[in-house]
């Protein structure tokens, strides 16, 4: 597609339910982003795929976190036994990778969490 | 590690006026790219202009312009002829230059524009 894709746009869930985000990025870009976003805060960076693999997962808050990128394309974050403070924006971007380009990331809308 | 400070939570602009939003930071890196993203309610992030940190004369995108002063680490956007659209959310970021660098964001400022 033209832009980053992310779905659901909202997802309401209840406390100890599993939860998957979606991330389709644009076409040909190789990094793929994850943010967390809480209301009148800057996004906080969760976790970077190059391709495949996991540059860097060193801010994913805990184990109940994980996020996969199995063909080098569409990620999925996962988010095992919510608790209310997981409620947050998450923001998915893609940019061209290593050190390609203008170093630019390309967002997506965000995928809303509510948890209750 | 890298730090970004925006320490103006609200600004307000009449509008077709000039507003100056803040940011400074923190690096040991001599490489690197600074950023200003602006957020609407509809949560999307728009990279409103860019500056890599080995050039010297300061990024212009029509009315967006910045000051980059390397040697402060300081880096402010500039808004001219302020217009309502321009009401949103403005993250500054930072991002090493190479491979495997994350972007570092700001709390962001929330602008507002008096009409």
């Known amino acids: 597609g033209a832009g980053v894709s992310q779905t659901p746009s909202n997802k309401v869930t209840e406390k100890g339910k599993y939860v998957e985000l979606r991330c389709d990025p644009i076409?040909?870009?190789?990094?793929l982003y994850w943010y967390r976003q809480s209301l009148g805060q800057g996004p906080e960076f969760l976790i970077y795929?190059?391709?495949?693999?996991?540059?860097?997962d060193s801010g994913l808050p805990n184990d109940r976190f994980f996020a996969v990128r199995p063909e080098g394309s569409v990620s999925t974050l996962k988010i095992q036994r919510t608790e209310r403070g997981d409620s947050a924006v998450y923001l998915c971007?893609?940019?061209?990778?290593?050190?390609?380009?203008?170093?630019?990331?390309?967002f997506g809308e965000g995928s809303r969490l509510t948890v209750l | 590690a890298q730090t970004v400070t925006q320490s103006q939570p609200e600004m307000s602009v009449q509008e077709a006026e000039t507003v100056t939003l803040s940011c400074t930071y923190d690096t040991s890196e001599s490489d690197y790219y600074l950023f200003w993203y602006k957020q609407p309610p509809s949560r999307q992030m728009i990279l409103v202009i860019r500056q890599e940190a080995y050039k010297q004369q300061n990024a212009t995108e029509n009315r967006f312009s910045v000051n980059f002063q390397k040697a402060a680490k300081s880096f402010s956007l500039k808004i001219s002829d302020s217009q309502l659209g321009d009401a949103a959310m403005y993250f500054c970021a930072y991002r090493r230059s190479g491979a495997n660098s994350k972007l570092t964001f700001g709390k962001g400022i929330t602008l507002s524009v008096r009409p």
């Open positions: 971007a893609s940019s061209l990778g290593r050190g390609v380009g203008t170093g630019e990331l390309f």
């Open positions: 795929f190059q391709g495949t693999g996991a540059a860097d």
């Open positions: 076409s040909g870009h190789t990094a």
